[in-house]
Nanobody, 114 residues
Framework: QVQLVQSGGALVQPGGSLRLSCPVS????????MSWYRQAPGKQRELVAS????????DYADSVKGRFTISRDNDKNTVYLQMNNLKPGDTAVYYC???????WGQGTQVTVTS
């Protein structure tokens, strides 16, 4: 049974940093594409970052390039999203996702406010 149990959401001030974690059980993240999405109130869910399972190439939404980094720890079977220089526009519920299986984490709230 596949499970993605997220953690790391919080309320932070603009300019702050957070790291979201997505430990995975049921398969090895080593070879799978992994993604992070977010959904702000009243908006559609959007792709924030993705990491290829084969060549580990990462891609980012223009709005987060240079500030967010997706990574994975194969030993811990966990995917991370490091978020730096956070802005109020980053406020959303963040979800980890496995594109090939359609599995989603439960979502974690990130609120950026002064």
């Amino acid at each position: 049974q596949v499970q993605l149990v997220q953690s790391g959401g919080a309320l932070v001030q603009p300019g702050g940093s957070l790291r979201l974690s997505c430990p995975v059980s049921g398969f090895s993240v080593k070879w799978y594409d992994m993604s992070w999405y977010r959904q702000a109130p009243g908006k559609q869910r959007e792709l924030v970052a993705s990491s290829s399972g084969i060549n580990k190439i990462s891609d980012y939404a223009d709005s987060v390039k240079g500030r967010f980094t997706i990574s994975r720890d194969n030993d811990k079977n966990t995917v991370y999203l490091q978020m730096n220089n956070l802005k109020p526009g980053d406020t959303a519920v963040y979800y980890c996702n496995v594109p090939e299986t359609g599995d989603w984490g439960q979502g974690t709230q990130v609120t950026v406010t002064s």
